[in-house]
Nanobody, 126 residues
Framework: QVQLVESGGGLVQAGGSLRLSCVAS??????????MGWFRQAPGKEREFVAA????????YYADSVKGRFTISRDDAKTTIYLEMKNLKSEDTAVYYC?????????????????WGQGTQVTVSA
């Protein structure tokens, strides 16, 4: 089982930028075989899809709310995925989680993911 650890969150003003990282350990040899995703959960709200990247990095997927502002990428040599976030808004405030997609369903459904990290807090002040 892979273990995922997120980092890079923090407090930023609206319009600012952050880069989140998610490092995988425990199963290095197959990291590049899996798609990966970022989700977020704001207080009192359901966890929602943010972005995903397929196993090769050739395809990326984004929620409409972050399209054009967020960029997901992966570095298989470092068993790490990233989420570059620009032009942050107060509504981006949430705990951000990464996970490994193991099932063949849609990228946006969190039931198709496993090995959730502990999350990293992103707070955007107005």
């Amino acid at each position: 089982q892979v273990q995922l650890v997120e980092s890079g969150g923090g407090l930023v003003q609206a319009g600012g930028s952050l880069r989140l990282s998610c490092v995988a350990s425990g199963r290095y040899s197959t990291f590049s075989s899996y798609a990966m995703g970022w989700f977020r959960q704001a207080p009192g709200k359901e966890r929602e899809f943010v972005a995903a990247i397929n196993w090769s990095g050739s395809n990326t997927y984004y929620a409409d709310s972050v399209k054009g502002r967020f960029t997901i990428s992966r570095d298989d040599a470092k068993t790490t995925i990233y989420l570059e976030m620009k032009n942050l808004k107060s509504e981006d405030t949430a705990v951000y989680y990464c996970a490994e997609k193991y099932a063949s369903g849609t990228y946006t459904n969190d039931n198709n993911y496993r090995a959730w990290g502990q999350g990293t807090q992103v707070t955007v002040s107005a």
